[in-house]
């Protein structure tokens, strides 16, 4: 495919160009995948990142702002920027903390995890990426909605787009096309060629409705469980934020993000039993006020934070697609469901994958191969550094979305020991050794009588550390070709599926 000409040439004219790499959106995981591509390549190959919004509003979720819990790892962005050679600081890095605490509904138990990262300003962090592009020589054109992929041969050869500020149509051609177009991708879901990619999420039991808003304050009561400028704070309460969660991440001393995320058919059934008809605006707001350490709470009056103050968005929170790749297609970030299953962080993984494909997609370009096989190291090294962990986490959330706060209190308490929270804080899956040891069983009465209060309780957390080892275990196994990924989806869902059997409500 010959090289792209005319870089200038604005997309309204309708001129049809070739390209070695066309990504669709830009966020997060699309910006540094071209970035990646651009650097893995050292300028010798031609990117297209294509975004539907304006130059100022760049990378810009939804129509609501930059949607976003603005939290990443130190070890996510260090992993990138070493990649790069390139470097975030402020006011993109708006605030530091030391790690996320996960609170039970109760409050009385604590889990750390995640280690020192970075409060984000999403709208100033896009402004900074547009920069990078632009050095690393990344055409972007702006305003230019994706809607369809040009197919020909089983390959995916283009992409359909429609100029927003014309009107008129214009299609690019490229050697691979990366979606990174979000959750609800037209591209992925309508994919016009035979692939492993799954096309449909369960949107009933795998997607949170989430909200966020940004705001200033002045300090109320010192507690620490509601508000430190040192550590995200992430609650868990069924009530509040049914089938999610609900956060305080810190933006500085007087200054946050706050919000919640909850499964819809779950916030149906809390609103049925408590005869209410709330939403997720509605219960932000409670949230809000009943945030004892915030007081007099106020949208934020910076002008970094303009048309960026409240958001309502949707996020995957199952195990990333199982298949990543396909004949000149590929796949990252939410369009992949790659936030974490067990918090919703999509800015780490995303991160991560874009360094993994960029070097991938330059390889298999370069030795003249993006087919479905010659792309598929992607899924290969993705499943290694990320994705192993994913499918043990989603069977924990299902798990204890079926909870009630008195039982997930209880087991935070009781039930999670030392060796747990060292997982968690690896970003492991815990194996609750208290419940799985004979050993200590038998030799530890307090523990005994305490499971003797809620056997069944203990019985699922046990189920749910078998599981996660055996998925574990079979994510070790993922094949190094395609000829191999069928025989071991099979084995893959039959395992998972027999998690979510015997780990629903009913059969616990």
Same mark, same amino acid.
């Given at each position: 495919m010959e090289s792209v000409l005319n870089k200038g040439t604005p997309a309204g004219?309708?001129?049809?160009?070739?390209?070695?790499? *066309? *990504? #669709?959106?830009?966020? *997060?995981?699309?910006?540094?995948?071209?970035?990646? #591509?651009?650097?893995?390549?050292?300028?010798? &190959?031609?990117?297209?990142?294509?975004?539907?919004?304006?130059?100022?509003?760049?990378?810009?979720?939804?129509?609501?702002?930059? $949607?976003c819990g603005d939290?990443?790892?130190?070890?996510?962005?260090?992993?990138?920027?070493?990649? &790069?050679?390139?470097?975030?600081?402020?006011?993109?890095?708006?605030?530091? #903390?030391?790690?996320?605490? *996960?609170?039970?509904?109760?409050?009385e138990s604590k889990v750390l995890f995640d280690g020192d990262g970075y409060i984000l300003n999403r709208k100033v962090w896009a402004s900074r990426q547009l920069e990078y592009l632009e050095k690393f020589g990344v055409e972007v054109r702006h305003g230019v909605d994706a809607h369809s992929l040009i197919a020909s041969d089983g390959y995916i050869r283009g992409v359909r787009c429609k100029d927003l500020s014309t009107g008129e149509d214009v299609e690019f051609y490229a050697k691979v096309v990366v979606d990174a177009s979000g959750s609800a991708s037209k591209l992925r879901t309508n994919l016009p060629i035979q692939s492993y990619i799954e096309r449909e999420i369960d949107k009933e039991n795998d997607v949170i409705g989430t909200g966020r808003y940004i705001v200033e304050f002045e300090r109320g009561e010192d507690d620490p469980t509601w508000f430190d400028p040192r550590y995200?704070?992430?609650?868990?309460?069924?009530?509040m934020a049914p089938g999610g969660y609900s956060w305080v991440f810190p933006k500085g001393e007087n200054k946050a993000n706050i919000g919640l995320g909850v499964l819809r058919r779950l916030l149906k059934q809390r609103n049925a039993r408590l005869g209410v008809d709330e939403n997720l605006q509605d219960l932000i707001e409670k949230y809000l006020s009943l945030n004892r350490a915030v007081r007099n709470p106020r949208p934020s009056s910076s002008p970094l934070d303009e048309n960026n103050i409240f958001n309502i968005w949707q996020v995957p929170v199952r195990r990333q697609n199982d298949c990543l790749v396909a004949n000149g297609f590929a796949i990252i970030g939410d369009a992949a469901w790659m936030p974490r299953p067990i918090d919703a962080g999509g800015i780490g993984p995303a991160l991560e994958a874009s360094i993994i494909l960029g070097r991938h997609l330059v390889e298999a370009i370069e030795m003249g191969d993006v087919s479905q096989a010659g792309l598929w190291r992607y899924n290969v090294e993705y499943v290694r550094r990320r994705g192993y962990q994913m499918a043990s986490f989603e069977?924990?959330?299902?798990?204890?979305?079926? &909870?009630?706060?008195?039982?997930? $209190?209880?087991?935070?308490?009781?039930? &999670?020991?030392?060796?747990?929270v060292e997982s968690i804080k690896r970003r492991e899956h815990p194996r609750f050794p208290l419940l799985t040891s004979l050993m200590r069983y038998l030799l530890d009465g307090s523990l005994r009588r305490k499971i003797r209060e809620d056997p069944e309780l203990a019985k699922g957390l046990r189920l749910t550390a078998e599981k996660s080892r055996r998925l574990i275990t079979l994510y070790g196994q993922y094949p190094e070709e395609p000829s191999g990924f069928e025989k071991w989806h099979k084995r893959f869902l039959a395992e998972l599926n027999d998690a979510y059997r015997r780990l629903s409500p009913q059969t616990v």
């Open positions: 004219l309708g001129v049809d160009k070739a390209y070695d790499v *066309v *990504v #669709v959106g830009g966020g *997060v995981a699309g910006a540094h995948t071209a970035m990646a #591509v651009a650097r893995f390549s050292k300028g010798r &190959l031609s990117i297209l990142l294509i975004d539907r919004n304006s130059a100022e509003e760049f990378g810009k979720k939804t129509r609501m702002g930059w $949607s939290a990443v790892s130190k070890k996510s962005m260090d992993f990138v920027c070493s990649n &790069l050679g390139i470097s975030y600081g402020h006011p993109e890095i708006e605030h530091k #903390v030391d790690g996320v605490l *996960v609170y039970s509904p109760d409050h995200c704070i992430i609650h868990l309460d069924q009530v069977v924990l959330r299902r798990y204890l979305q079926g &909870l009630s706060n008195e039982r997930i $209190s209880f087991g935070m308490k009781y039930f &999670l020991s030392q060796e747990d």
